[in-house]
C-alpha cells in the first residue's frame, strides 16, 4: 500500500481545489492524475461551466510559478515561447523568455489561437523545452499544460491539429453542475472568488517525488496485455479510420498508474484501465466520416464500444 505522507498530501491537494470547485470530484481526479503522470491536460466544454477555475484552483494548490496565456486570434508564436530581444546597451540580443517558462501554464481558449500559434506549444509540451534562433532553452521542471477549448461547433474556434491532441494526456469535460452544488457556487461568491484565497498545500519539489513514485507502481503483465488488446482493437475496427498510437499506449499506462496512487494502492487493476481509456484514447482515434478531434461523443461511443469487446483480466 502506498505510505500515509504520499497519501495525506494528495487528500490534502484534492482537498484544497475542491475549496473552489464544487461537485467536480471526477475532474478534479483526472487533473490530479495529469498532474502525477507528468503530462497535460485538455478541458473541453462549453463557455462559463469552470474550465479556467478548476485550473486555477490546481495553480494556486502548488507552490509553483503559474502563468495564464489567453489564447486569441493574433496571438503569434513568441507571445508564447519567448524571442531575442536587441540590447542597445550591449549590442548584442538577449532572450527573453516567454509564458511558457512556467511549472502550471493555463492555456486559456486554445482552440481560439490559429494553427501555427498553438503548434508553439508542441516542442514545450513533448520535450520540456523550446528552440528560439537555433538555441534551445529548458522548462521549469516539473512542467504542466493545463489547455481549456470550446467545442468546435462554436464560431471562432479552430481544430487542434492531431500532433498536438496527441500530447495530452486526457481529454474530458467539466459539465454543468447539479442544482445544490450550483447554489453553493452561487453563496459561495458572494464576498469575491473562493479560487482567489487558496494557499499552496504542496511544493514542486514534492510533486516530482510523486512523479517517480508512480513510475513505479506495479503493472501486472496481463493487465499490460489487457491494455494493449484495447489499443490494437481501435487499430482493427472499421469504425476507426486513424487508431491509437504507441505514444497513446504509453500514456494509458502512466495514468493508470497515476490513479492507483490516488487510489492509494502501488498496484494497477483493470478498473483504473476501464476508467480512464475513454479520456485518455478518445481524442487519438479519428472514427470514420469524422474530423480529427472534431465529436468527442462519437469516439467516446467507439471506445465504449471496443471496452465492451475485450476480456478483463481476472
Known amino acids: 500500500m502506498i505510505d500515509a505522507a504520499l497519501s495525506a498530501d494528495l487528500e490534502k ?51 509553483g510559478k503559474f502563468t495564464r496565456m489567453q489564447f486569441t486570434p493574433d ?29 502550471i501554464v493555463l492555456a486559456d481558449e486554445i482552440n481560439r489561437a490559429p494553427p501555427r500559434t498553438q503548434s508553439a506549444l508542441l516542442e514545450a509540451m513533448s520535450e520540456g523545452q523550446v528552440s528560439v534562433d537555433g538555441t534551445t532553452h529548458d522548462l521549469p521542471n516539473p512542467f504542466l499544460v493545463i489547455a481549456t477549448q470550446n467545442p468546435f461547433e462554436f464560431e471562432g474556434t479552430y481544430l487542434l491539429p492531431e500532433s498536438q491532441l496527441d500530447r495530452f494526456l486526457l481529454r474530458t469535460s467539466v459539465g454543468y453542475p447539479a442544482m445544490d452544488d450550483e447554489r453553493q457556487i452561487l453563496t459561495s461568491h458572494r464576498d469575491g472568488e473562493p479560487v482567489d484565497l487558496l494557499q499552496p498545500v504542496i511544493t514542486p519539489q514534492r510533486i516530482l517525488e510523486l512523479q517517480a513514485i508512480v513510475r513505479n507502481i506495479r503493472f501486472d503483465a496481463s493487465l499490460v496485455d489487457y491494455l494493449l488488446n484495447i489499443v490494437h482493437a481501435t487499430r482493427g475496427t472499421d469504425m476507426v479510420q486513424v487508431g491509437v498510437s504507441t505514444r497513446g499506449a504509453l500514456s494509458l499506462y502512466r495514468a493508470a498508474q497515476a490513479m492507483a496512487v490516488l487510489e492509494r494502492r502501488d498496484f494497477v487493476i483493470p478498473d483504473d484501465i476501464k476508467f480512464l481509456s475513454s479520456p485518455v484514447l478518445a481524442h487519438r482515434i479519428v472514427p470514420r466520416g469524422m474530423l480529427p478531434g472534431a465529436d468527442r461523443s462519437g469516439s467516446e461511443m467507439v471506445i465504449r464500444k471496443i471496452l465492451d469487446s475485450v476480456n478483463v483480466p481476472t
Not at 24 to 31: A, E, P, Q
Not at 75 to 101: E, H, K, M, N, R
Open 13 to 63: 491537494l484534492k482537498q484544497n481545489i475542491e475549496l473552489a470547485v464544487f461537485g467536480k470530484s471526477d475532474v478534479v481526479r483526472m487533473v490530479v492524475v495529469a498532474l502525477l503522470a507528468g503530462e497535460h491536460i485538455l478541458l473541453e466544454d462549453v463557455p462559463g461551466v469552470g474550465k479556467t477555475l478548476v485550473a486555477k484552483a490546481l495553480a494556486r494548490s502548488i507552490a
Open 75 to 103: 496571438l503569434l508564436p513568441s507571445d508564447i515561447v519567448g524571442s531575442s530581444i536587441y540590447q542597445s546597451g550591449t549590442g548584442q540580443f538577449a532572450f527573453s523568455p516567454g509564458p511558457v517558462f512556467s511549472n
